[in-house]
Nanobody
Framework: QVQLVESGGGLVQAGGSLRLSCAASGRTFSGYYMGWFRQALGKEREFVAA????????YYSDSVKDRFTISRDNAKNTVYLQMNGLKPEDTAVYYCAADNALATMKDRWAAVGYWGQGTQVTVSS
């Protein structure tokens, strides 16, 4: 059974930092892009960041670029999202995801192959 399990969410003040982790199990994601999405209350799920299998290529939405950093440790089958300079508008449920197509990760989230259960991030002003 394939599982993506997120951890590291919580409550933080504006300007603070959090580090999300996503541990994958049940299969190897060799060749897969791993990524993060978020969904705020009453809004559609949106792409946040993605990383290639090698870790060499990373992609970010404009809203988080220069504040968030995605990384992965393939030996541990884990992907991370370091979030700095958090703002109240970053408040959302954050989901880990995996897919073998970058275009799907960035533009067609509903077609993404694998999802975690989500972790809540709340940023207070």
């Amino acid at each position: 059974q394939v599982q993506l399990v997120e951890s590291g969410g919580g409550l933080v003040q504006a300007g603070g930092s959090l580090r999300l982790s996503c541990a994958a199990s049940g299969r190897t994601f060799s060749g897969y892009y791993m990524g993060w999405f978020r969904q705020a209350l009453g809004k559609e799920r949106e792409f946040v960041a993605a990383i290639s299998w090698s870790g060499y290529y990373t992609y970010y939405s404009d809203s988080v670029k220069d504040r968030f950093t995605i990384s992965r440790d393939n030996a541990k089958n884990t992907v991370y999202l370091q979030m700095n300079g958090l703002k109240p508008e970053d408040t959302a449920v954050y989901y880990c995801a995996a897919d073998n197509a970058l275009a799907t990760m960035k533009d067609r989230w509903a077609a993404v192959g694998y999802w975690g259960q989500g972790t809540q991030v709340t940023v207070s002003s």
